[in-house]
């Protein structure tokens, strides 16, 4: 017979079990998190309202989750300013590079089974990526160059850290704009009718504007990742996603090809003319028609591709937070989400922070300056969505937009004092 002591340990071992279970699912009772001082988070509706009321914002949706409990989620102003449609807060976005962070979940998944090695070369799967040469002179009256020899071959590692020396179509250095644009190199932002892995290929081709691992430049790194999700899985990432990733954590709301029976939930697409008035993005600015998530892709753009909700990206953030777990549905381990959101680089990206695998990561730096913890990971998309995840305050947040350039887009960061303003402790 057990002694009353043992069965008190017992019960008490339980009593910890169950809520850190129960913990792991975002938590939306009506009951007010103690950590949290509402009347300060309610300074997010005052910021919100007063952008959209001097027209610097046609709408927005924000979202705050502190300690697994969600606590702030709301959509402001218009989903289309013409229709004068309300921004619900499930209204779904084109979240461009927050694609990046799911892509690189991918890759991890993979190599958790046994496919691949983070510092293995590439051209172990894509040939056409052995051997590459770098920029050495580079004349921009006709894009002619000479190269020099690459000290060593581009590995996973450096594509998941934006170290490889590959630079971005159309929104990358002007040399990169100019050489991927001569090679028939799609940015991945948006529609296009092509093969991804032949895209790849001739991207192999082309020469490095640095050499692999000496520094950090965005560049095409997470849809050559998504290519190689592709091929080392046997499947397409739009099924990888859906089986491995958005399925198990319940994510019904993030796609590439957005089914039409959510098309009315689509937020509309803005910019600025030359006086920065807001106005409608046309379907042919920049060269991204902004229906593409309405189109039927074969083209699964890792970087770039995906729409999505606030509320279905707070789910994948929250998976990390709880250290690769959500729902009872392992994703990763907790230590390849530790890696993921540790300093890769010997080097700072930006002047003041490191770069995970997939993240930026805040610095203690960055963080005796600004309202994030150091260890914070976080990244954002080019049509003005942004996220971060704050282990140490147990935090997942995420302001999201369609509204890019954006005169006013320092509404991101005054969101972000104003949920560290809220905070108790």
Request: hydrophobic share 40%; aromatic share 12%; proline share 4%.
């Given at each position: 017979?057990?002694?009353?002591?043992?069965?008190?340990?017992?019960?008490?071992?339980?009593?910890?079990?169950?809520?850190?279970?129960?913990?792991?699912?975002?938590?939306?009772?009506?009951?007010?998190?103690?950590?949290?001082?509402?009347?300060?988070?309610?300074?997010?509706?005052?910021?919100?309202?007063?952008?959209?009321?001097?027209?610097?914002?046609?709408?927005?949706?924000?979202?705050?989750?502190?300690?697994?409990?969600?606590?702030?989620?709301?959509?402001?102003?218009?989903?289309?300013?013409?229709t004068k449609s309300p921004?619900?807060?499930?209204?779904?976005?084109?979240?461009?590079?927050?694609?990046?962070?799911?892509?690189?979940?991918?890759?991890?998944?993979?190599?958790?089974?046994?496919?691949?090695?983070?510092?293995?070369?590439?051209?172990?799967?894509?040939?056409?990526?052995?051997?590459?040469?770098?920029?050495?002179?580079?004349?921009?009256?006709?894009?002619?160059?000479?190269?020099?020899?690459?000290?060593?071959?581009?590995?996973?590692?450096?594509?998941?850290?934006?170290?490889?020396?590959?630079?971005?179509?159309?929104?990358?250095s002007p040399r990169g704009?100019?050489?991927?644009?001569?090679?028939?190199?799609?940015?991945?932002?948006?529609?296009?009718?092509?093969?991804?892995?032949?895209?790849?290929?001739?991207l192999g081709k082309q020469?490095?504007?640095?050499?692999?691992?000496?520094?950090?430049?965005?560049?095409?790194?997470?849809?050559?990742?998504?290519?190689?999700?592709?091929?080392?899985?046997?499947?397409?990432?739009?099924?990888?996603?859906?089986?491995?990733?958005?399925?198990?954590?319940?994510?019904?709301?993030?796609?590439?090809?957005?089914?039409?029976?959510?098309?009315?939930?689509?937020?509309?697409?803005?910019?600025?003319?030359?006086?920065?008035?807001?106005?409608?993005?046309?379907?042919?600015?920049?060269?991204?028609?902004?229906?593409?998530?309405?189109?039927?892709?074969?083209?699964?753009?890792?970087?770039?591709?995906?729409?999505?909700?606030?509320?279905?990206?707070?789910?994948?953030?929250?998976?990390?937070?709880?250290?690769?777990?959500?729902?009872?549905?392992?994703?990763?381990?907790?230590?390849?989400?530790?890696?993921?959101?540790?300093?890769?680089?010997?080097?700072?990206?930006?002047?003041?922070?490191?770069?995970?695998?997939?993240?930026?990561?805040?610095?203690?730096?960055?963080?005796?300056?600004?309202?994030?913890?150091?260890?914070?990971?976080?990244?954002?998309?080019?049509?003005?969505?942004?996220?971060?995840?704050?282990?140490?305050?147990?935090?997942?947040?995420?302001?999201?937009?369609?509204?890019?350039?954006?005169?006013?887009?320092?509404?991101?960061?005054?969101?972000?004092?104003?949920?560290?303003?809220?905070?108790?402790?």
């Amino acid at each position: 017979m057990k002694r009353p002591s043992s069965i008190f340990a017992a019960l008490l071992g339980l009593f910890f079990v169950f809520p850190s279970l129960h913990a792991q699912v975002i938590q939306t009772i009506n009951k007010q998190n103690s950590s949290i001082n509402y009347n300060r988070l309610n300074r997010i509706d005052t910021l919100l309202n007063d952008y959209i009321n001097k027209t610097y914002l046609t709408g927005a949706v924000t979202l705050v989750i502190k300690d697994n409990q969600l606590v702030q989620y709301k959509g402001y102003g218009y989903a289309d300013a013409e229709t004068k449609s309300p921004m619900k807060n499930d209204a779904i976005f084109r979240i461009m590079s927050q694609t990046k962070a799911i892509t690189s979940v991918a890759v991890m998944i993979l190599y958790e089974q046994g496919k691949l090695l983070l510092d293995q070369p590439i051209a172990d799967f894509i040939p056409e990526f052995r051997n590459p040469v770098v920029i050495d002179k580079y004349n921009s009256a006709d894009t002619t160059y000479t190269t020099v020899p690459a000290k060593r071959n581009i590995t996973f590692r450096d594509l998941l850290t934006h170290s490889s020396g590959i630079d971005y179509a159309d929104i990358g250095s002007p040399r990169g704009n100019a050489i991927y644009a001569k090679a028939g190199i799609p940015s991945g932002l948006g529609y296009f009718n092509a093969d991804l892995l032949a895209k790849m290929k001739v991207l192999g081709k082309q020469p490095l504007q640095f050499q692999p691992g000496e520094k950090w430049q965005y560049g095409l790194n997470t849809d050559l990742l998504g290519c190689l999700v592709e091929i080392i899985s046997g499947t397409n990432l739009e099924n990888f996603f859906q089986n491995n990733i958005f399925g198990p954590l319940g994510m019904k709301d993030t796609y590439f090809n957005l089914p039409q029976s959510k098309a009315n939930r689509l937020a509309s697409v803005y910019t600025e003319d030359s006086l920065h008035r807001i106005i409608k993005w046309s379907q042919t600015f920049r060269r991204i028609d902004p229906n593409y998530p309405l189109m039927d892709k074969k083209y699964f753009s890792g970087g770039a591709g995906l729409s999505s909700t606030a509320l279905d990206y707070a789910v994948f953030m929250q998976m990390l937070l709880n250290g690769g777990i959500y729902n009872k549905h392992r994703i990763l381990s907790p230590k390849s989400v530790e890696m993921m959101t540790s300093p890769q680089l010997d080097f700072l990206y930006n002047n003041s922070d490191n770069f995970g695998l997939g993240f930026g990561l805040t610095s203690a730096k960055s963080a005796g300056r600004n309202a994030r913890s150091e260890g914070s990971f976080a990244w954002g998309g080019y049509y003005g969505t942004t996220y971060w995840a704050d282990p140490k305050k147990g935090l997942v947040c995420l302001i999201m937009t369609q509204h890019t350039p954006n005169s006013h887009g320092d509404i991101a960061a005054k969101f972000e004092a104003l949920v560290y303003a809220s905070l108790n402790k």
